[in-house]
């Protein structure tokens, strides 16, 4: 199974896999982790991944278009690190997830779907999130750790990854794994049973956000998602009408 970090901090990523039993999965080829520096999509010479807020308010937004050809070249990097052993094109399950404000809450019970995928893309916010037109168009789900605020994406993408991994068959002791059998098998059976309201909690602080409502930032116009015309036109009734229309708590 492997692992994408899409991140500023990249380094964050490297020490808290180092040691005991995820470093060891890395080693027997059980896992894969790799940890990609967000900028290194940005196409100008200042390597820009955030702007301005349309219809204003504080802080920085990360850009939908940087977001977006970080995601697509991860997704390739991901599937040409695949064997093909038939002659035949490679292809991966994927999974997108956004570390989010908005999330579901991550349980025992999402890590063990979570595993049944061949590669997960961890998305880590930053400043004030990201456009919105990420979580509309480019994402798969958003994930939170729990109801509190972190600095940013990278502590919810490990605990993640930590608490999937151990799913994966050789990851953990065998002695280990027979002492957990009890809790996944009573997670399983969850999964198995729960309705489609199951995935509308709505918790949680998992990465420095003032906002609950939509942002937005530059390009105005992406693949056709244009940034809502009330945001531009500079009429601020008109910008916190909208902005209270559209609060998460309203939603």
Known sequence: MRFDIITLFPKMIESPFAESIISRAMKDGKIQIEAHQLRDWACDKHHTTDDTPYGGGPGMVL???????????????????????????????????????????????????????????LLCGHYEGFDHRVHEHLIDEEISIGDYVLTGGEIPAMVIIDAVARMIPGVIKEESSMSESLMNQDARNKIQE?????????????????????????????????????????????????????RKNNL
């Not at 990097?77 to 994927?94: C, Q």
């Not at 579901?104 to 590669?119: G, H």
């Not at 530059?218 to 209270?244: C, F, M, S, T």
């Open 63 to 121: 850009k939908v278009d940087v977001v977006d050809r970080a995601i697509e070249s991860t997704k390739n990097l991901s599937v040409s690190a695949r064997p093909s052993l038939d002659g035949k094109p490679k292809t991966k399950n994927s999974r997108i997830v956004m570390l989010s404000a908005s999330g579901e809450r991550f349980t025992q019970q999402k890590a063990i779907e979570l595993s049944k995928y061949e590669n997960i893309i």
């Open 194 to 246: 729960k309705d489609q309201n199951l995935n509308e909690s709505l918790s949680i602080c998992t990465q420095s956000s003032n906002y609950d409502y939509p942002v937005y930032t530059r390009p105005v116009e992406y693949k056709g998602w244009r940034v809502p015309e009330v945001l531009q036109n500079g009429n601020h009734a008109e910008i916190e009408k909208w902005r209270d229309s559209h």
